[in-house]
């Protein structure tokens, strides 16, 4: 009933910038908060950075000053515009999203995840 689908992951050298994107799809009521979380190979998920509807951010020490996160609710899309990378951010980055849809019966709040695109930092 619902999808989150990312974008904008590959390779890219170090000092290089990236900007993902995360489309959400589906009988959307609304969407609370947003999120992108990252995990490296060995290593557990991690919350990078989020983003309510009204647009207070959160980020992680290790990417402040280099990650924006940005939404547009009227696309239902979420935004993570990295710059300055390192190789220490090579992982797989997932889009996590508190969505209130309709099931065509009743409304339901669920929190969802995207499939997943991975970043590579590396030169």
């Known amino acids: 009933q619902v999808q989150l689908v990312e974008s904008g992951g590959g390779l890219v050298q170090p000092g290089g910038s990236l900007r993902l994107s995360c489309a959400a799809s589906g009988s959307i009521t609304s969407i609370n908060v947003m999120g992108w979380y990252r995990q490296a190979p060995g290593k557990q998920r991690e919350l990078v950075a989020g983003?309510?509807?009204?647009?207070?951010?959160n980020y992680a020490d290790s990417v402040k000053g280099r990650f924006t996160i940005s939404r547009d609710n009227a696309k239902n899309t979420v935004y993570l515009q990295m710059n300055s990378l390192k190789p220490e951010d090579t992982a797989v980055y997932y889009c996590?999203?508190?969505?209130?849809?309709?099931?065509?019966?009743?409304?339901?709040?669920?929190?969802?995840w995207g499939q997943g695109t991975q970043v590579t930092v590396s030169s």
């Open positions: 996590n999203a508190d969505i209130l849809y309709y099931t065509g019966s009743y409304h339901r709040m669920i929190n969802h």
């Open positions: 983003i309510t509807r009204a647009g207070s951010t």
